[in-house]
């Protein structure tokens, strides 16, 4: 990748941070850990991989992606913030009253969310649906799962029949952080190793490095090349990640921060943001 | 004697007569296209049909998936699994962005016979009546079968269809017969009470209307396929115009027809309601005729009821 666009991109995915934290401040609720480990792949596929029109969010041609992992909506959020689907403070309302901004995304009432998620499991399945339709129609369905999510049978039951009707239109990406609410996934019930899973699925797994837009764009391209079966990419992610206090720490999974950690975790960011613009 | 046909084989036929006139309806069946009837538009249309193996929640939800990207999906399963199994899948992938997916679920009730308590669902006019914006529909015969799943296919929302195993006698005229979702049918009118029977119990709910006229008592009686909405003004009448009410179903007297009237009574013109149905338990295993008389929905037990309702009248 063209460093230009590297930095331009790392830039975009510290103020999709700025805005995770900050929505989940405000709120006093939500999920930062694992929303500020799907930033940077939600960042590539809004701002470099999808097929879309912030202008005409409804477009039946379009690409569509599903948050299968529905509570990592304050970075679905803050990234259709960005990409001008609404205004970019719009979403600090999360899950307050009379906001559109739902706990979990809610396709109804929210630009640019193409599927109501939230109980897990659902939307890899919905994907399916979708992208039996984009494959006569020529578009293509993203869908992020968590890997605590995996836990849920209806994962597998997902799985099973993107391989068997050859959804090679559908791309999977497993936001690997290792921990889920109760521990690591380790701990609480080991989904690991999830690339065997999937291969003997009879998908096509790639390896990627979730914080690494060269990986993530070589993922999504050998994706997008693939014929004849689904592509899952093994995201391998930092939960928390960009937010020194909350990375790899698994109380940060549905916790918001306090005011002195809310300031802490925004200075962290902007001098991120600063170090990425003057290299 | 009337022809007698299964709902779940009207179903079946409307299906395949509908993907002929409209290219956006697509199916999908849980390895159970032989019994759900899908099979007669999988045999027409094999490249809109879907057969999802049997895993019933990854079928609601690719429906969701489908209905979101623009076309008219109908899932198909036995009741037991569309609308019990695959609930939590129904209420957030389907009735909660109110998705335009159809689930029309066969093998309802205890007519489901020799198969026993663990596929006879008593369950799931509950179950989707409580789900917001959904229409919940329960025909008594294969006409009314037929112009609901068009209905259902016009409709833009989740709607859930209710049919039988079992054949059952078709008491429609299918040259004349309207249906209109949200509206009964008033079969007799009556002044002593009104029985208000939804799916395939009509036809004992009537022949306990005439026994009762035998015992000198006038019976109204209602078909209400539409389980939700319900025809509240037909019910509101029976009950100013008859002061007591009978409700009929294969289904849990908890949840479903009768306490939809109930509710729908007590918040507008409480009367007496006396419910037939199944009372709070689970089927068994027999031959449907035999399970109906079993579980107290012949046409004795209606009669019974309407005496109660009659005694009770104020």
């Known amino acids: 990748m063209d460093c230009n666009e590297k930095k331009l991109l790392s830039l975009k995915a510290t103020l999709i941070r700025k805005g995770i934290v900050t929505s989940v401040f405000n709120a006093q609720s939500g999920h930062p850990g694992g929303s500020l480990s799907a930033a940077d792949i939600l960042c590539f596929l809004y701002f470099k991989e999808m097929k879309i029109d912030p202008q005409n969010p409804k477009n039946p041609g379009r690409d569509r992606f599903v948050l299968s992992k529905g509570h990592a909506a304050p970075a679905l959020y803050a990234t259709l913030a960005l990409r001008g689907y609404f205004p970019e403070i719009a979403p600090h309302s999360l899950r307050q009253k009379g906001s559109i901004f739902q706990g979990h995304p809610d396709m109804k009432n929210i630009p640019g969310v193409d599927m109501s998620t939230g109980s897990l499991g659902q939307g890899i399945s919905a994907a399916c649906g979708m992208a039996l339709v984009g494959k006569e129609q020529g578009f293509r369905v993203y869908a992020m799962l968590g890997d605590g999510e995996c836990d849920e049978g209806q994962v597998w039951e997902a799985a099973m029949f993107a391989s068997h009707y050859r959804l090679d239109n559908l791309c999977a990406m497993v936001d690997l952080n290792g921990l889920q609410i109760d521990g690591s996934t380790k701990e609480v019930m080991n989904s690991e190793p999830l690339d065997e899973k999937f291969r003997a699925f009879g998908w096509n797994v790639i390896d990627v490095d979730a914080h690494d837009f060269d990986s993530i764009e070589n993922g999504f391209n050998a994706a997008k090349s693939f014929k004849g079966a689904p592509s899952v990419l093994i995201c391998r992610s930092i939960k928390g990640k960009g937010v020194s206090f909350m990375e790899n720490q698994v109380n940060w999974h549905g916790s918001a921060p306090k005011f002195e950690q809310y300031e802490k975790a925004m200075s962290e960011l902007d001098e991120l943001y600063k170090t990425i613009e003057e290299a | ?314």
């Open chain 2, 1 to 314: 004697m009337a022809e007698k046909i299964a709902t779940r084989d009207a179903y079946g036929k409307a299906l395949a007569e509908l993907g002929a006139v409209n290219k956006n309806i697509v199916v999908l069946d849980a390895d159970l296209a032989e019994a759900t009837k899908t099979l007669y538009f999988k045999k027409e249309f094999p490249d809109r049909f879907f057969d999802c193996g049997i895993a019933e929640q990854n079928m609601i939800s690719v429906a969701a998936g489908i209905a979101a990207a623009g076309k008219i999906p109908f899932a198909s399963s036995f009741a037991m699994f569309a609308a019990g199994r695959a609930f939590d899948q129904v209420r957030n992938s389907v009735g909660y962005p109110h998705l335009n997916v159809k689930i029309c679920a066969t093998h309802a009730g205890i007519t489901v016979g020799e198969d026993g308590a663990t596929h006879q669902c008593l369950e799931d006019l509950a179950l989707m009546r409580s789900i917001p914006g959904m229409v919940v529909i329960n025909p008594s015969d294969a006409v009314q079968a037929r112009a609901a799943v068009f209905a259902a296919a016009e409709y833009v929302g989740p709607v859930y269809v209710r049919l039988g195993r079992l054949a059952v006698p078709v008491i429609y005229d299918k040259n004349t017969y309207k249906f209109t979702i949200g509206k009964g049918e008033t079969h007799k009118s009556g002044c002593d009470l009104t029985l208000i029977s939804t799916g395939m119990l009509l036809e004992n709910t009537l022949l306990a209307a005439k026994a009762l006229e035998e015992l000198g008592i006038n019976a109204g009686v209602i078909d209400m396929p539409s389980v939700k909405p319900l025809d509240a003004d037909l019910v509101l009448s029976a009950a100013i115009n008859t002061g007591a009410i009978v409700t009929v179903e294969e289904h849990n007297i908890i949840g479903g027809l009768g306490s939809a009237v109930c509710e729908n009574v007590a918040e507008s013109r409480p009367v007496p309601v006396i419910r037939v149905g199944v009372k709070d338990t689970f089927g068994k295993s027999g031959k449907a005729i035999e399970l109906i008389d079993l579980f107290g929905l012949g046409v004795a037990d209606i009669v019974n009821a309407a005496k109660q309702a009659l005694a009770l009248k104020a």
